[in-house]
């Protein structure tokens, strides 16, 4: 089975603080690019507004699971952290497995949803989509019994991201797509990160950490936009 | 680079701030770089969203930019921001 705690007892909960802010950030990137579709009527802001609402719903089911494993762990934990760890894994195996596939099949969905808005083939046929969704439920499924393929695949997807984004950069050399290439490279790396954390927890926290500073970075470009003035 | 249609009913808008906020049809129809036939769409289309408003002359009439145009105008340019940003 796999390890569903990975995180240092100390750390329980402020994890869960973290996705909270990366779930508002992205949740704020979807709602200001699904009002610049009803103002423009281009889909392009649709479809990127629904791929970060995707991934704000993906960070929520994430904070939703993990707090109710963490609960259990805490209630549990007189038992030694490695039997608490199991006990509070066992009842609620079932629950933690769906949220977890959940959690993992949003954020993958919602990261090719960017990679196909950014690199304009939103029309690509329905073919070559529906191909690209069922690799996508793929290595979620896959990735609840080993991690690494939900990494590596998301550090994929973002790898692409930020190339684009670079591409982007050269073009127009503005700070605001220099800030989105920094906060998309930052999102890549915690992903990577995160692939160790499974032997060595610290490497868990990291992670955590590397990825809030992708989502403020994000939100520092956000906060730029909106302060646009004529 | 071709211009959709909103960056037109940008142009549009901004043509007439930058005339001081009211502008004659004649000079819009110039900044906007339009054909006769697609200014009138387009006059029609902004002054049915309340965009801008036909101030009638002693002889002829203006286009003033309404409260609305000019808060469609900024959303405009934090739209252009957000899609510079991203690199939509």
């Known amino acids: ?230 | 680079m071709r211009r959709t249609r909103i960056d037109i009913i940008n142009d549009m808008l901004l043509a007439i701030v930058n005339k001081g906020g009211a502008i004659k049809p004649t000079h819009l129809l110039y900044k906007s770089n339009l054909s006769h036939t697609l200014m009138k769409e387009y006059v029609a289309e902004l002054t049915a969203k309340k965009l801008i408003e036909e101030q009638p002359l002693k002889r002829g009439k203006n286009f003033t930019i309404t409260e609305k145009g000019r808060k469609f105008s900024r959303e405009y340019k934090k739209m252009k921001e957000f899609q510079e940003a991203f690199g939509l």
């Open chain 1, 1 to 230: 089975m796999a390890n569903f705690i990975l995180s240092p007892a100390w750390f329980l909960g402020i994890d869960a603080g973290f996705e909270v802010v990366t779930m508002a950030v992205a949740a704020l990137i979807a709602l200001t690019s699904y009002k610049f579709y009803k103002i423009s009527n281009m889909k392009k802001y649709f479809y990127f507004g629904v791929a970060f609402a995707m991934l704000a719903t993906a960070f929520a089911t994430r904070v939703l699971t993990n707090l109710i494993i963490y609960y259990n762990f805490i209630e549990q934990n007189s038992f030694g952290i490695a039997q608490a760890v199991h006990q509070a894994v066992g009842p609620a195996s079932n629950f933690f497995s769906t949220g977890l596939l959940g959690y993992r099949l949003l954020t993958l969905t919602a990261l090719l949803g960017i990679y196909l808005v950014l690199s304009r083939k939103a029309k690509t046929s329905k073919s070559v989509k529906g191909l690209l969704m069922y690799f996508v439920l793929i290595a979620s499924v896959f990735s609840t019994q080993v991690t690494l393929v939900f990494h590596l695949t998301a550090a994929a997807f973002l790898f692409f991201i930020s190339m684009m984004t670079l591409r982007t950069y050269f073009r127009n050399k503005s700070k605001k797509t220099k800030q989105t290439l920094a906060a998309f490279t930052l999102l890549m790396f915690s992903q990577l990160i995160f692939i160790p954390a499974i032997y060595i927890p610290i490497a868990y926290v990291v992670a955590q950490v590397v990825q809030l500073a992708g989502f403020i970075t994000m939100l520092f470009t956000f906060r730029k936009v909106k302060n646009a003035k004529n």
